[in-house]
């Protein structure tokens, strides 16, 4: 089939782009050339900025279309009019952020949303990114309808060519061994999904043009920070690694948060998104291997090619060892 990937070339996009090309697949990437020329060759590439050009796409037709960046309803509503019917089903990427919170463990897809911000909105900033992804959520839900979409509402990517490199720094962090400073609560909730099991499954969904709105997480709640780095150091810690859990509120007053100490559920007032129920999602396919192949995976790839470490993500060796003495003193 034709798949048209809006995107395609960086971490999420890259990833479906793979699983359907090695599908057999027919991909077009439509991208700004920024990144990526080098990256698919056997697949068609068309350059345009989204926001300012969309003329790349006036001719051609589809079997499916994905969309892994639209953080704007107008951008929804822009691709909706350049592809004027002819980009097949369509799959948007949205988030588990678009909830209101709080929300119970176990909530399903049906839980309320958050509100959006005046349509005139355009920063995308921690407190409009939600509400946006709900915009963008009726926008394509109007262009397309209800048997024309699928909306896949995922938690935190991970997996190899992460850019954020949230995940990869505690994989990398707790394979260097020694005294590692584990944030908050072991119960705080989290919740992650392998880029590449979302990618097969969202192309299953083009395969099958299965419509409805879906969890992309894993594992099924209750599953606690605590369980996810014990899961890393089973797999990668040296022997003699120790986890010295620090209380919450000792770091939130030393001014840690969820970039110093990344991912950690504790630093994020809305936690409670990492208890999403994923069971629609495995009724239509999904199925995330296990957390450790996952964790097995990206520090074999981060030893061929680390990732460059991103500014702000992680805590600095003298800075863990600074907390921790004071947190021992304390």
Not at 41 to 70: I, K
Not at 153 to 182: C, K, M, Q
Not at 245 to 250: G, N, Q
């Amino acid at each position: 089939m034709r798949i048209l990937m809006i995107g395609g070339t960086a971490f999420v996009g890259r990833h479906i782009t793979e699983a359907a090309l090695a599908a057999g697949h027919d991909v077009t990437l439509f991208h700004r050339g920024r990144t990526g020329d080098g990256l698919f060759p056997q697949a068609t590439h068309l350059h345009g900025n989204r926001n300012e050009d969309l003329s790349a796409l006036s001719a051609g037709r589809w079997d499916a279309t994905v969309d892994v960046s639209a953080y704007l309803p107008r951008q929804v509503d822009s691709l909706a009019a350049a592809l004027g019917g002819r980009g097949g089903h369509q799959v948007y990427i949205s988030s588990t952020s678009a909830y209101a919170t709080p929300v119970a463990p176990g909530f399903t897809e049906d839980a309320p949303l958050a509100e959006p911000p005046d349509p005139a909105t355009e920063a995308v900033t921690d407190e409009t990114y939600g509400g946006l992804k709900v915009a963008c959520e009726r926008a394509a839900a109007a262009r397309y309808g209800p048997a024309g979409l699928a909306v896949v509402r995922p938690t935190y990517v991970i997996g190899p060519h992460d850019y954020s490199g949230r995940f990869t720094w505690w994989v990398e962090r707790i394979a260097r061994g020694g005294t590692v400073l584990a944030p908050g609560g072991q119960d705080d909730p989290i919740q992650v999904i392998d880029a590449r099991d979302m990618a097969g499954w969202i192309v299953s969904l083009c395969e099958r043009a299965r419509p409805g709105t879906f969890h992309a997480v894993s594992p099924p709640p209750p599953y606690g920070f605590g369980d996810l780095l014990d899961a890393i150091a089973a797999e990668v810690a040296p022997p003699g690694t120790d986890l010295i859990w620090v209380d919450k509120e000792f770091l939130l007053a030393e001014g840690e948060d969820a970039a110093s100490l990344p991912l950690w559920p504790g630093g994020d007032s809305e936690s409670d998104i990492n208890t999403a129920d994923p069971a629609a999602a495995c009724a239509a396919g999904l199925a995330p291997r296990p957390i450790r192949q996952t964790i097995a995976d990206i520090h074999s790839a981060e030893a061929v090619s680390p990732t460059p470490p991103r500014s702000g993500t992680g805590l600095t060796a003298d800075r863990e060892a600074e907390l921790l003495a004071r947190w021992r003193a304390g």
